[in-house]
């Protein structure tokens, strides 16, 4: 074991992090270097007061984060013991990493490392070609494998269930003015850093959709371009609801993506039904399932993704003034 992580340790480790996953691409995360440990710190100040008004969505970003991280150090041959929320005083932290016992990466790790650079939300129809069982098992055992639980669901009826609570979250969502002003402040139709490009958008909504898009002005959809009739949809789950609870989703979510990735699926998140509070429960007790839904998301075959921009590593940075 040796003493602590360096300043290039940290570099590189939050270059893969910083592709994780965020609300509207908010990228709500902070890395820092303390006493040979790499801190995560959630980005208050990137938070979406109207959409995201517990801090639910930062948290679970920087979870997903910090996944990316633990795997960057992993393949690195430097993994880490975390300890998630270290400091009572400092809610801000989400995360403490110090390095464990070097040792090889498993080929699982550098598996799902290897997915990182190839991950995007897609938000596309997909084809209509089924999702294999086998794919299946491994997206649930990657929940299972961070503490949390992925329930597919299965069968018309459900699915149906499912889409109803999801519509009726968004119409509570899209009939609050601040929400919808906050949503189209994060969408760019110039370069940016940050926010989500109007191409990456997914296509205009449909009345006849099933589930609900997030509208983030997206191309009108070519005649006859319906989203697939039977999607899959899986509900991510953790144990408990508390902060440290949606950072251990938030891993969990980006392992789930990750695996889908590596199997060759493409992943759209669906999230309205978890921000709105009466939506999430009829959503818990529709699964009839102990523990919080966390993330509702669509998967299957379709077209690869593109990347969405990230700012520059060194902005995400905090590092002590060295004196010239
Ligand atoms: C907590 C959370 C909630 C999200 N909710 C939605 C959503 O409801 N609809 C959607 O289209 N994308 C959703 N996303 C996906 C983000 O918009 C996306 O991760 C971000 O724009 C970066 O793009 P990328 O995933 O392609 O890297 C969510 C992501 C996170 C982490």
């Known amino acids: ?7 290039e340790q940290l570099r590189a480790a939050a270059s893969d992090a910083v592709r994780a996953p965020s609300l509207h691409n908010t990228q709500p995360w902070r890395f820092r270097l303390r006493d040979g440990g790499i801190e995560l710190l959630v980005d208050s100040r990137r938070r979406l007061p109207a959409t995201d008004p517990s801090g639910w969505g930062a948290r679970i970003s920087c979870g997903a984060a910090l996944f990316n991280l633990r795997l960057s ?3 690195a041959g430097t993994p880490a ?12 932290v989400m995360a403490r990493l110090v390095p464990d016992v070097p040792r090889r990466p498993t080929l699982t790790e550098q598996n799902l490392y290897g997915a990182i650079s190839r991950r995007f939300s897609n938000r596309a129809p997909f084809w209509p070609d089924p999702v294999p069982a086998d794919a299946r098992w491994r997206l649930g055992e990657a929940a299972r494998a961070e503490e949390c639980w992925l329930e597919l669901v299965i069968g018309t009826s459900a699915v149906n269930a499912l889409a109803e609570i999801a519509r009726s979250a968004n119409r509570v969502l899209e009939r609050e003015p601040a929400y919808r002003a906050e949503r189209d402040a994060w969408i760019r139709s110039e370069p940016s850093p940050d926010g989500v490009p109007s191409a990456a958008g997914g296509p205009q909504s449909e009345p006849q959709d099933l589930l609900p898009q ?8 070519a ?7 039977e999607p899959l949809v899986a509900v991510l789950g ?3 609801n508390t902060a440290t609870d949606q950072v251990i989703a938030g891993q969990a979510l980006q392992r789930v993506l990750l695996t889908a990735t590596d199997a060759g699926l493409s992943v759209s998140m669906i999230s309205q039904p978890i921000e709105v509070p009466g939506a ?4 818990r007790l529709s699964l009839g399932r102990f523990g919080t839904p966390q993330m509702v998301m669509r998967i299957g075959y379709g077209q690869p993704g593109t ?7 060194e902005d995400v940075l905090d590092l002590p003034v060295v004196p010239a």
């Open 238 to 240: 953790s144990a408990g």
């Open 223 to 229: 005649p006859g371009r319906d989203f697939e009739p």
């Open 214 to 221: 997030r509208g983030f002005g997206g191309r009108n959809r």
């Open 1 to 7: 074991m040796d003493t602590g992580y360096t300043v």
């Open 307 to 313: 990347a969405t921009p990230r700012r520059a590593v």
């Open 280 to 283: 999430r429960e009829a959503l």
């Open 81 to 92: 013991t975390v300890r998630l929320r270290p400091y009572p005083t400092e809610p801000d």
């Open 73 to 75: 150090l992993a393949v």
